[in-house]
């Protein structure tokens, strides 16, 4: 059973312009066993909240009238998460989080909540839910574990696989895939090259610079210009990655 | 390797571009294209690899496109370096420097194929990820074997030299080389020169200036303080006492590493790399207390020149090194005068208290 409960206090985004991003509660909030009143903690995923809320906020300044703009949605699928609904909507609204709506399902179709509330992007700390998403043709990404400390936004694409091999046909996930850089690509080009509330970066792992080149031409044919690139060439990601501090990374199909 | 892969290569040894007045890229060696496609080697793992991180500016020659950035702002710069994405830039002064150590890895792979002790150059730049398409054309155009790049879009570049484990870092800004140096990384900074002389092809050479580069300045703050003869006083004094380390004591470190595996194979008379000291300290005093303190600390230099407070243009002029590192600034403009490639290491107590240079130019109005 799927249900969709709006937040009324906040005001709801244009449908067919929002970039909807769906993030799970427990990565959200951490409630606890308890069941008391009190408002929950706040988990891995709220500094990215905080972040995608600036970007309305400084999307909002440059137009007021902006429809693209980051549409949020809380998903909630476990049966504990669930029992603490009331909770969960009281802390939304203590810490004055932008989430348009909450869903409740059960484990088996939160992927149907996520195409019914017409998801662009998934994100959650469970490997495989992410996969289970992506199976459904949900873009799915895993969120970055380690607190990201940063105001900006900061969204890594991993460039290995932005580069299609054209033998085989585009899954729905990898379509889902590209027309969320597009929005991206769109949104940030709503900003100047400075005091930017996103940033978008490429990081290529395995292939050289000619690899990190493509990955920059390819993604600026469909619109997405990258503030900043990395080519590794097999050099180690980890140090890399933890300057980079990713509130997301987005890769192809959740590998490495 | 094949005779075809990369048109520095010839049957018997390395061609490293030897730079005359005329522009490296009209040479007609480099025009050479390889017959057929060559698997390209794979970089080295940073931990193994001698990793020398490169800005843009350093690596080519961006001064017009610096002059649009400094007059109209940042975006106007995007839009030119967009708009002219497909015109490679020139060489910039530490171009030669790299298509040396480019020749030194070809040697060793040649004598090693499965050592990872090899030089590995990273483009580390400031610049947006718009350039980036530029600068690989211009890296493919030139042929420089580079893999891996940083383009920060405007954030420090320090965390990922540290991340490379760089060992050293060559950059036009001497605020990010200053940083750099803090961090306990061997770094220079580098200018455009006029003049840049002809080079060995055959060998790479790195020159050094000691007090401040290679050793602490230490030493360097008793002269400033006290004058000549009680710095050769104090010298003789403590001639069995080690200087201190400077900062780019484990570059030298580096450098002596792969000189031994040359060694190895029997290339010591004719090493690929050669290193110098280039030294206003005098062979008579205060000369020993460096060459024991080198000795002490298990490190061999080529050659040691002790000039005793001579100029060290005529010097340079005879090595022709590759590069020349010096903490003072006059020295610096000395050499870039005679055609060296020299790099200021703004370290230590001559940062304070700057010597007029020949053109009456003082250390903070160095160009970028």
């Not at chain 2, 060559?38 to 610096?66: C, D, Y």
């Not at chain 2, 870092?169 to 900074?189: C, F, M, N, Q």
């Not at chain 2, 060694?263 to 030294?279: A, E, H, S």
């Not at chain 2, 005529?314 to 790099?343: N, S, Y």
Request: include cysteine; charge should be negative.
């Amino acid at each position: 059973m799927v249900s969709t409960i709006q937040n009324t206090d906040v005001k709801q985004k244009e449908a067919d312009r929002a970039v909807v991003v769906a993030v799970t509660s427990r990565a959200v909030f951490d409630c606890g066993a308890d069941d008391g009143d009190e408002v929950c903690e706040v988990g891995v995923a709220f500094p990215l909240l905080q972040a995608l809320q600036r970007v309305n906020e400084r999307l909002l300044e440059e137009n007021p009238s902006e429809s693209l703009l980051f549409d949020v949605v809380l998903i909630t699928s476990d049966s504990q998460q669930q029992q603490q609904s009331s909770r969960i909507i009281s802390s939304t609204r203590h810490h004055g989080l932008e989430i348009s709506s909450f869903c409740f399902s059960s484990e088996e179709d939160f992927t149907e909540s996520l195409l019914k509330n017409n998801v662009h992007l998934f994100l959650t700390t469970d490997r495989d839910e992410a996969a289970q998403a992506s199976q459904k043709g949900v873009f799915s990404a895993l969120l970055n574990g380690k607190v990201a400390s940063s105001e900006q936004l900061r969204v890594v694409f991993c460039g290995d696989a932005v580069i299609r091999t054209d033998a085989e046909p585009p899954s729905a996930s990898q379509d889902a895939a590209q027309s969320f850089w597009a929005q991206l690509g769109e949104m940030r080009r709503r900003f100047g090259m400075l005091d930017s509330p996103l940033s978008l970066v490429l990081l290529t792992s395995r292939g050289g610079r000619e690899s990190c080149g493509t990955a920059l031409q390819t993604l600026r044919s469909r619109g997405v210009n990258m503030d900043e690139a990395y080519s590794l060439a097999g050099a180690p990601r980890s140090p890399i990655l933890s300057l980079l501090r990713p509130h997301f990374l987005l890769i192809n199909h959740l590998q490495d | 390797m094949s005779q075809n892969n990369r048109d520095t290569l010839t049957a018997r040894g390395p061609d490293l571009t030897s730079i005359s007045n005329r522009a490296p890229w009209e040479d007609a060696r480099m025009k050479l294209k390889p017959s057929t496609p060559t698997r390209k080697p794979k970089p080295p793992k940073p931990e193994n690899a001698i990793t020398i991180g490169v800005s843009a500016r350093v690596l080519f020659n961006m001064e017009k496109e610096q002059q649009i950035y400094k007059q109209q702002g940042l975006e106007d710069y995007i839009k030119y370096q967009v708009e002219h994405e497909t015109q490679p830039f020139s060489p910039g002064p530490a171009f030669s420097f790299v298509k040396a150590l480019e020749a030194v890895n070809t040697q060793l792979r040649e004598l090693y194929p499965d050592s990872e002790e090899l030089f590995d150059v990273v483009l580390m730049t400031n610049n947006h990820a718009y350039v980036g398409l530029r600068l690989i054309n211009t890296i493919n155009h030139h042929q420089l074997f580079i893999e891996r790049f940083c383009m920060t879009g405007g954030n420090s570049p320090i965390g990922y030299l540290k991340a490379y484990h760089t060992n050293l870092y060559l950059s036009s800004d001497p605020d990010k080389v200053r940083e750099a140096l803090e961090e306990g990384i061997a770094a220079a900074t580098m200018f455009t020169q006029e003049k840049i002389t002809e080079v060995s092809d055959t060998q790479l050479r790195v020159a050094f200036d000691g007090d401040a580069v290679l050793f602490s300045d230490e030493s360097e703050r008793i002269y400033k303080a006290h004058g000549l003869e009680k710095f050769f006083e104090h010298e003789k004094a403590h001639e069995n006492k080690p200087l201190d380390h400077g900062p780019l004591k484990c570059f030298l470190e580096a450098l002596g590493k792969l000189q031994k595996k040359f060694y190895g194979k029997g290339q010591r008379m004719d090493c690929p790399i050669r290193t110098y000291l280039v030294t206003a300290r005098s062979a008579a005093s205060s000369g020993t207390r460096a060459l024991k303190t080198l000795r002490s600390w298990g490190l061999e230099i080529d050659e040691a020149l002790f000039l005793a407070g001579a100029p060290k243009g005529p010097m340079l002029e005879k090595i022709r090194p590759h590069i020349f590192f010096d903490d003072q600034m006059f020295h610096v403009e000395g050499a870039a005068e005679i055609g060296t490639v020299a790099c200021h290491v703004p370290y230590g107590i001559s940062q304070a208290m700057p010597k007029k240079g020949i053109n009456d130019k003082e250390t903070s109005s160095a160009p970028k």
